[in-house]
């Protein structure tokens, strides 16, 4: 079983849909959470950390479970551009250094 | 430099050739990790080196990878006696400060290196 569990859909959604992710993670280690963007045959880039109180930014929105080991993003009125991986990401202390350890990604197409 | 540069972008190898690929992190980065992605898949840690001091390489898949950081900036990973399987764009990342510190966790990405072994 991988650390980071994602659907890896893809998830098909007209422009304009709020469209929701969900990821769960296994090590209770884990101290910190990120989602990244994967844009088709570029680099991650980190979009933005999640807080158990839950975070928004503009039209996306996180939250983290604790408790449940669970995180979300929520991502409200699609637009074209938001077509890409969205990659969950926990961070844990690991010998010495801070370990990234990712799911392997959501497709998200949206559609005209 | 202003970001993270890797070399060759691009590397279609015979499977049982030796490659090497380079990473050249953010100047006066203290953290550089390397990742592979393979087709479909999330980036997976390869190892991690703080300066020079490499202090995690559980993440090589076998004894046919080495990576080295000489002189705590330019990184290079080789591969010798390529397999199909390594077949993935190689990812490496810097972040500028190192252990627990706050932003150890904030990493830059390079565009990646993509293999190819035929």
Request: hydrophobic residues 35%; aromatic residues 10%; proline residues 4%.
């Amino acid at each position: 079983r991988k650390e980071v569990e994602q659907d890896p859909g893809p998830f098909n959604v007209p422009e304009g849909a709020t469209v929701a992710f969900n990821c769960t993670y296994s090590n209770s280690a884990s101290q910190s959470f990120f989602w990244y963007r994967q844009d088709c045959r570029k680099e991650p880039k980190l979009l933005m950390s999640v807080y158990s109180s839950g975070n928004e930014d503009g039209r996306f929105t996180a939250q983290l479970n604790r408790a449940s080991q669970y995180i979300s993003l929520l991502i409200r009125d699609s637009k074209l551009s938001d077509s890409a991986t969205y990659l969950c990401v926990v961070n844990r202390m690991n010998t010495g250094f801070q370990k990234l350890v990712f799911g392997t990604g959501t497709r998200l197409l949206v559609s005209p | 430099g202003a970001g993270v540069s890797q070399s060759p972008r691009y590397k279609v190898a015979k499977r049982g050739q030796d490659v090497a690929l380079r990473c050249d992190p953010i100047s006066g980065h203290v953290s550089l990790f390397w990742y592979q992605q393979a087709l479909g898949q999330g980036p997976e840690f390869l190892t991690y080196f703080q300066n020079e001091a490499q202090l995690d390489k559980s993440g090589l898949p076998s004894d046919r990878f080495f990576a080295e950081r000489p002189e705590g900036s330019v990184s290079t990973l080789k591969i010798q006696r390529t397999q199909q399987e390594d077949s993935a764009v190689y990812l490496c990342a810097s972040s500028l400060v190192a252990g627990a510190a706050r932003g150890a966790n904030v990493l830059t990405f390079g565009a990646g290196s993509r293999l190819t072994v035929l």
